[in-house]
C-alpha cells in the first residue's frame, strides 16, 4: 500500500512530485485558498487563488485543478482541491471535506512517487482524516491486469503534523491501520469468483490470524453437515466449491466487553436454481462485502491492540444452481432447530446468516453486529450510496448511525415493523425464507432477528448498495469493492474498548 509519513517541513519546502493544496468557495467571488498553503501561496506571489479562479476553479468540492508550481516550491506540480464551503470564522474543516479531497488528489496522482498533502491539517483529527481519505483513494485493483499501467501514488507526506507528538503519531497510525484493512476488504471483494472460492477465503483468514495474533477456526463441509448448519449447507450445496464457516476471534487480556461481528460471504451469488437474470448477475462477486468488512474489521481491532473482545463470524458460500441445489420448496433444518422452507433461492443470504447468527449467539457477546449485501430493496429505498441499519435495540441503532456518520459512512435507520413478521410464516415449515416484496429489506431484518440469541443486542447492516460502487470513482471511493462498513465497525470496537458503547 502507498505509504504515509508525517512532515513538519513547509508545504513549498517538501522535496516531492506534486504539493496538494485546499482552496474552499469564498462567500463571494473565486476560490480562496486554504490553510497549509501558505508558503505555496507565497511562492505564486499571493496570487495562487486568482490564478486558480482564471483557470476555472470554484473551491466545490471534487474540483481539481492541476499546474505547474513556481520557483520557490520544490514540486514540481500543484494540485488544488475543493473542499467546499468555507468554514465559519472559528469552525474547523469538516472531516469528510477533508477525507474526499485527499482521497480526489491521491486518485489523479497515480504513477507519483510522493505527494506533499498540505492541506488544512492543524490538530490529530484532522491528519488523521487527510491521511486516511488519501490512502483509500490511492487504491488500485491490478492484480488481473497484464499491464498494470501507473500504479498508485507511492508516498503521502502530511504536511502540518507534529510527527514527534504522541498524538499525531497516534493519528497516523489509526489511518494507516484503518486504511490497510478497508483495502483489504475491497482487494477480497475485487478478486473474481473463480479465485475467491469459501475455501480460499477461509484460508486467507487463516493466514492473516497467523499474522496477527488471532484465534482462526474453519469449519468445512464435513462439520457443517455434522453440526447441523442447514442454512449454510443448503445455500452451498448447489456448488463445487463447498461452504464454510469461519470464526476469527482477537482478544485483548483487559478487555471486559465483547463483541460479535458476522459477515455474509457469499462469494457468488448466482441465484441458484431461482437464477438471476443477466442484468443481476454481472456483479455478484461482491455478495462477500459483509464478511470481507467482518474479517478486516478484526485484524484492524488487533493492529490497534483495542482493549475489546472482537469475534468475526465468516458464513461463506456460493449460491449455484448445481445438481445437489437446494429446491425452491424445500425445507431446511437450521443450525438453531427451526426449520425453513425455500421459497426462492436467491433469498439465501438470510439462510447462511442465520446460522452464524445462532452459533455467534452461543457465546453470549454484549452486542452482534452483522453486515449483509442482503436485499436489492434496500437499493431502492436508499440509494446505492448508503447502507440501512436496522435493530432490537433504539439507541443502539442511533449509536451505529451515529458512529457511522462520524466514520463518513453513509447510512440510515431503518424499522422492523412487527406487521411484515407474519408474512413470512410457511404452511409447511416453522417459517419461509420469503415474504413480501414491499419493504423487502425489512422483511429480511425481521427473518434475521429470529435467529438472535435471547436478550442480545444486535444490529444488521444491509450493505447492499454502498459494497460495490458500478459509477465512477469519487472522492476516496474507489470503482467497485468500496470497503463499506469496516470503518464502522472498528469504530465501534474503538467506543465499545473505551466503555463508551455498550
Ligand atoms: N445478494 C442479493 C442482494 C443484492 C442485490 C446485493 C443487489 C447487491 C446488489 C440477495 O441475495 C438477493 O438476491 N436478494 C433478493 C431477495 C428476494 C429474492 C427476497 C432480492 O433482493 O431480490
Ligand atoms: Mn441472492
Ligand atoms: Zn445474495
Known amino acids: 500500500m502507498t505509504a504515509l509519513t508525517l512532515s513538519t517541513s513547509a508545504a513549498a519546502a517538501l522535496r516531492a512530485d506534486a504539493v496538494v493544496v485546499g482552496v474552499t468557495k469564498a462567500a463571494k467571488g473565486g476560490p480562496r485558498v486554504a490553510p ?10 499571493g496570487k495562487l487563488g486568482s490564478t486558480l479562479e482564471t483557470l476555472g476553479a470554484t473551491g466545490a468540492e471534487g474540483e481539481l485543478t492541476k499546474l505547474p508550481a513556481p520557483d520557490g516550491v520544490k514540486a514540481a506540480v500543484v494540485v488544488a482541491v475543493g473542499l467546499g464551503d468555507t468554514p465559519e470564522e472559528g469552525a474547523g474543516f469538516d472531516p469528510e471535506a477533508l477525507r474526499k479531497a485527499a482521497g480526489t488528489a491521491a486518485r489523479a496522482l497515480a ?4 505527494a506533499a498533502f498540505a492541506l488544512p491539517a492543524g490538530d490529530p483529527a484532522d491528519v488523521e482524516a487527510v491521511a486516511i481519505g488519501a490512502l483509500l483513494g490511492a487504491y488500485a485493483f491490478t492484480a488481473y491486469q497484464t499491464d498494470s499501467g501507473k500504479g498508485p501514488l507511492g508516498e503521502v507526506a502530511v504536511v502540518g503534523a507534529k510527527p514527534r507528538d504522541k498524538s499525531f503519531k497516534a493519528a497516523a497510525e489509526r489511518a494507516t491501520a484503518v486504511a490497510e484493512e478497508v483495502n483489504r476488504a475491497r482487494d477480497l471483494v475485487n478478486t473474481p469468483p473463480n479465485d475467491l472460492t469459501p475455501k480460499a477465503f477461509a484460508a486467507a483468514v487463516q493466514a492473516a490470524g497467523k499474522e496477527y495474533g488471532l484465534t482462526v477456526e474453519v469449519l468445512d463441509e464435513k462439520a457443517l453437515l455434522k453440526g447441523g448448519y442447514g442454512g449454510i449447507m443448503g445455500v452451498g450445496q448447489g456448488s463445487a466449491t463447498p461452504p464454510r464457516l469461519v470464526r476469527v476471534a482477537y482478544s485483548h487480556a483487559k478487555a471486559t466487553r465483547s463483541l460479535a461481528f458476522v459477515g455474509k460471504g457469499i462469494t457468488y ?3 441458484g436454481i431461482s437464477l438471476k437474470p443477466p442484468g443481476h448477475n454481472e456483479t455478484m462477486k461482491c455478495d462477500m ?10 485484524v ?13 463470524w465468516l458464513a461463506l458460500a456460493e449460491n449455484m444452481p448445481g445438481g445437489g441445489a437446494t429446491r425452491p420448496g424445500d425445507v431446511l433444518k437450521m443450525y438453531s432447530g427451526k426449520t425453513v422452507e425455500v421459497l426462492n433461492t436467491d433469498a439465501e443470504g438470510r439462510l447462511v446468516l442465520a ?3 445462532t452459533r455467534a449467539s452461543e457465546e453470549a457477546p454484549d452486542a452482534i453486529v452483522d453486515v449483509a449485501t442482503l436485499t436489492g430493496a434496500m437499493v431502492l429505498a436508499l440509494g446505492d450510496g448508503r447502507f440501512g441499519i436496522m435493530a432490537n435495540d433504539d439507541d443502539f441503532r442511533t449509536a451505529v448511525h451515529t458512529a457511522a456518520l462520524a466514520e463518513g459512512e453513509d447510512s440510515w435507520p431503518m424499522p422492523l415493523p412487527q406487521q411484515l413478521r407474519k408474512t413470512f410464516d410457511s404452511p409447511t415449515a416453522d417459517i419461509a425464507n420469503m415474504g413480501v416484496r414491499p419493504g423487502g429489506g425489512l422483511v429480511a431484518g425481521l427473518f434475521l432477528r429470529e435467529f438472535v440469541g435471547e436478550g442480545i443486542t444486535w444490529a444488521h447492516l444491509d450493505i447492499a448498495g454502498p459494497a460495490f460502487n458500478e459509477g465512477g470513482p469519487s472522492g476516496y471511493t474507489p470503482k467497485g469493492g468500496t470497503g463499506s462498513a469496516v470503518r464502522t465497525l472498528v469504530a465501534l470496537a474503538r467506543q465499545t474498548a473505551e466503555g463508551d458503547l455498550l
Not at 497549509?36 to 506571489?45: K, L, N, Q, R, W
Not at 504513477?111 to 510522493?114: C, L, N, R, S, V
Not at 462485502?289 to 478484526?298: D, W
Open 289 to 298: 462485502s459483509g464478511a470481507a468488512a467482518v474479517f478486516a474489521a478484526v
Open 36 to 45: 497549509g498553503a501558505e508558503t505555496v501561496d507565497a511562492a505564486f506571489g
Open 355 to 357: 446460522d452464524a447468527l
Open 111 to 114: 504513477g507519483a512517487k510522493k
Open 300 to 312: 484492524a481491532a488487533a493492529k490497534l491492540g483495542l482493549e475489546v473482545n472482537v469475534t468475526g
Open 269 to 271: 451469488d448466482s441465484g
